[in-house]
């Protein structure tokens, strides 16, 4: 029975284990990525800077997600180190994600505006675009320990209830 036991708290452990790579996948992903929130109006913005280098980053990568989404209300635009205005989208839906090419390194900027005289909940973000390959490895290698460490122990659910079965 003490043997069972170990080896449940071994898979328990794994699934854990699995959690932490998980973690460390997200914070690899988002690392370097700025985020801002507000409330934007015909007269308020929300603005989200970044540094970024182009030796390092050729390509960045911004996101606004709108939670009082209103068609043709709300907009954005990704000024350059110059302030010169490289993107310029009127946002469709109530999520716009978006690549842009880093020609010079320095402050970036990812503006939100409305034309709405109601204030209009929103979120952005910007920074460089995601490694694909640390982030498919750390995911991939995160779903492995989660899925042996669930199978490990519904194994072990099921030959704990034949067992009882067994013994009645």
Not at 26 to 50: P, W
Request: aromatic share 4%; no cysteine.
């Amino acid at each position: 029975m003490q043997k069972i036991g170990l080896i449940t708290v071994i898979f328990g452990l794994l699934i854990v284990a699995g959690l932490a790579v998980s973690v460390v996948e997200n914070q690899t992903t988002l690392g370097g990525i700025s985020q801002g929130n507000g409330k934007v109006n015909s007269k308020e913005t929300v603005t989200v800077s970044v540094d970024l280098d182009k030796e390092n980053t050729p390509v960045g990568i911004f996101a606004v997600q709108i939670m009082e989404f209103r068609e043709d209300t709300i907009s954005a635009k990704i000024l350059d180190p110059s302030n010169i205005e490289i993107i310029s989208h009127i946002i469709n839906d109530e999520t716009h994600e978006e690549e842009f090419d880093v020609f010079e390194s320095g402050t970036y900027q990812l503006i939100i505006e409305s034309s709405d005289d109601d204030e209009i909940y929103v979120a952005g973000a910007i920074g460089p675009l995601p490694d694909a390959v640390k982030k498919s490895i750390l995911s991939t290698i995160s779903l492995a320990i989660l899925v042996i460490g669930m199978a490990g122990l519904a194994v072990i659910g099921i030959s704990g209830i034949k067992n009882k079965r067994k013994s009645v």
